[in-house]
């Protein structure tokens, strides 16, 4: 049963930040909902204000710009992400995400910035805006600043966020060139969360042969999506081969720090984490190599 | 705590509520407008049988507060028949024996009408993910995707019966 609350309703930036700096004291802040809703539900969450910006229409768009790459509001939906012909064209690993994002429903009514700020570690949209080295701009009624996505999420639904502050957007760069970023997550049913998720960035250099970058980020296999910097190391400037992958899976199911649930064991988590690196990196690359051609 | 008025359109009507803002979307259909027909089954956001459709698009009515439905119009499966007629995809369903139980037909009609409004057209694979979030609890997703395929076939145009 979901417990009273008062309702507060913004319709502009302004508004939604003069609202919670008026309720600093109790308040949670609902775009979607459809995480959110579930924890009120089970009384994990009980605010005394709730402050909705679903409405805030000023933060709902896709931008994108040569220089700057693209601008995805907090209140777009997962929907509109999946249908613009624009992230299809430009950053086609976040439509395969969105497919594969719980349910059509789901994504008609959730957010970008609403699942950011939720901080589940097994979220989908994190480790892929990470792998895409992307930032996150943030606002309260004081100031604004602009972060990483690496120093967004702290803990098991925890983020950055303080007391009085929103997320207004998401910002990705372009994509270097020779670059391919992937993205997989294993799951029993299709759309379900990841037990597992990865996603890799992999740049080659003008050889087409080997490494010049890369960026793999681990999903529900810590208590937020993790960078995995030593399986990077190890394969920058290298040349792909069995072996190499081989080395990279183990490494990344070391840097891992999965924890044991009902959806599986920590030797399991492990074990998946191996079996994806292998399975993206291989992907990314070839993906990468195929531009070079 | 102070109930709130909501103002939203349900199936052409317009409708003027004072609800609690806790009051869920699906709460409000079915205590308050008596639209029983959207079901509310695993309320924890899971099985989709409380599918409507909002302001054109899909949602889950038990994880929508209703007060974020303001000023939206709201489309139940009471609406989709005019009259005595029913839409294509309903007498499909009633043709092909689309359910068993029943439980899961209105918001799998409510994701099929969405789906065709989107795509007249749909591939067997498209059906799937259309009504992906759907769960028949009785597991009878072939005739109901039998149906939604009659229906793309042209089995339904008006006069073809």
């Known amino acids: 049963m979901i417990r009273d609350f008062i309702y507060l309703k913004a319709n502009t930036v302004e508004e939604a930040l003069d609202l919670i700096d008026q309720h600093k004291e109790d308040y949670k802040v609902i775009c979607g909902g459809q995480s959110l809703l579930i924890l009120m539900r089970q009384g994990l969450v009980a605010p005394e204000h709730l402050i909705d910006i679903k409405s805030v229409e000023e933060l709902n768009y896709i931008q994108f710009d040569e220089k700057e790459g693209l601008r995805i509001g907090a209140t777009t939906t997962h929907r509109t992400v999946e249908l613009s012909p624009l992230v299809l064209e430009k950053f086609p690993v976040l439509v395969h995400m969105e497919e594969n994002l719980a349910s059509i429903q789901t994504r008609n009514w959730g957010t970008i910035g609403g699942n950011l700020c939720h901080g589940d570690p097994a979220g989908d949209p994190g480790p892929v805006f990470m792998a895409l080295n992307g930032a996150v701009k943030i606002a309260s009624k004081q100031k604004t600043r602009t972060l990483t996505l690496d120093e967004f999420f702290i803990d098991y639904f925890e983020t950055v966020l303080e007391e009085g502050e929103i997320l207004l957007e998401v910002r990705l760069p372009p994509i270097p060139p020779r670059t391919a970023v992937v993205y997989e997550k294993f799951n029993i049913i299709k759309n379900d969360q990841g037990i597992i998720s990865v996603a890799a960035s992999i740049t080659l250099n003008n050889d087409g042969l080997s490494c010049n970058d890369a960026r793999i980020v681990i999903g529900a296999a810590a208590p937020a999506p993790i960078r995995a910097k030593e399986t990077e190391k190890l394969l920058i400037g290298e040349k792909i081969s069995k072996g190499l992958l081989e080395k990279a899976g183990e490494k990344a199911s070391e840097e891992a720090d999965p924890v044991a649930d009902i959806h599986a064991s920590e030797e399991y988590r492990r074990h998946l984490v191996g079996v994806l690196i292998k399975k993206m990196v291989e992907k990314a690359w070839e993906q990468a190599k195929a531009q070079v051609k | ?161």
């Open chain 2, 1 to 161: 705590m102070e109930k709130q008025v909501l103002r939203i359109t349900v199936n052409s009507e317009y409708h003027e509520l004072y609800i609690k803002p806790k009051r869920l979307l699906v709460e409000v259909l079915r205590d308050e407008l008596g639209l029983t027909g959207t079901k509310k089954g695993c309320n924890t956001g899971a099985c989709h049988a409380c599918t409507v459709i909002l302001n054109g698009k899909t949602v889950k009515s038990c994880s929508v507060l209703a007060i974020q439905a303001d000023g939206g119009e709201i489309k139940t499966v009471e609406g989709l028949a005019s009259g005595a007629e029913l839409t294509p995809l309903q007498k499909s369903f009633l043709d092909h024996g689309a359910y068993q139980c029943g439980f899961c037909t209105s918001g799998m009609l409510l994701s099929a009408t969405a789906l065709l409004a989107e795509n007249s057209k749909p591939t067997v694979e498209q059906i799937k993910e259309g009504i992906h979030g759907n769960l028949c609890r009785c597991t009878g997703y072939n005739s109901i995707i039998r149906a939604v395929k009659a229906v793309t076939e042209g089995k339904y145009e008006e006069g073809s019966q």
